[in-house]
């Protein structure tokens, strides 16, 4: 059994829709879906304001590369088009952690290394796991104690169906 958290986000188009439909294309995974927030993107600030959300995915026959595979094809899905490092997309998938599993291979990074950084994963995932803890940085409670909040809003009018 591998247990995975996915960080969704979308800031192009119809971006609750594309949320939903990755959620619905993990359907038969899903252990926990979060609430989807509002945030202001990083990274490439002059960008719209991104729908980010986590969900927590296991199975009996899906392992690391798999977990990638599934997210790639559920951004080609919703039309993603890799233009520049960090713009605007109609979904991305990160995969955040694996349970067990650590990598430092270029194409799968575990647990991706942006994690101890991102609010935008960071909050979402104390949602649903908040006594999750993240490999080599400690319980994300205490990883986000540091970070700042800002920017980053609930929006309790959009509800991820699973
Ligand atoms: N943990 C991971 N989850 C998803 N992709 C990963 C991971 N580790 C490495 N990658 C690789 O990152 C590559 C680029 O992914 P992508 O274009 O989505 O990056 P990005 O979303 O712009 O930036 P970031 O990865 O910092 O969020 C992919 O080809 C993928 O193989
Ligand atoms: N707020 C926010 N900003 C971003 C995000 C994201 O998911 N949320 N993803 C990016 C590329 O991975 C770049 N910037």
Do not use: C
């Not at 199975?59 to 790639?72: H, I, P, S």
């Amino acid at each position: 059994m591998t247990r995975a958290v996915l960080s969704l986000g979308s800031n192009l188009g119809d971006r609750f829709g594309f949320l939903q439909g990755a959620v619905t294309g993990l359907k038969e995974y899903l252990r926990a879906v979060s609430p989807v927030y509002e945030t202001a993107a990083w990274g490439v600030e002059d960008q719209p304001d991104f729908l980010n959300a986590i969900v927590v995915v296991d199975a009996d026959d899906v392992d690391e590369w798999g977990w990638l595979r599934l997210g790639q094809r559920l951004e080609n899905e919703a039309g993603r088009v890799r233009t520049k490092h960090w713009g605007p997309r109609t979904l991305d998938v990160d995969v955040v952690t694996v349970d067990g599993v650590t990598s430092e291979h270029p194409e799968l990074s575990l647990p991706h290394p942006g994690t101890p950084e991102r609010a935008t994963v960071l909050i979402p995932w104390l949602d649903v796991e908040p006594d999750a803890v993240l490999p080599g940085h400690g319980p994300i409670a205490a990883v986000m104690s540091g970070l700042s909040a800002e920017g980053v809003r609930r929006r309790d009018d959009l509800r991820l169906e699973w």
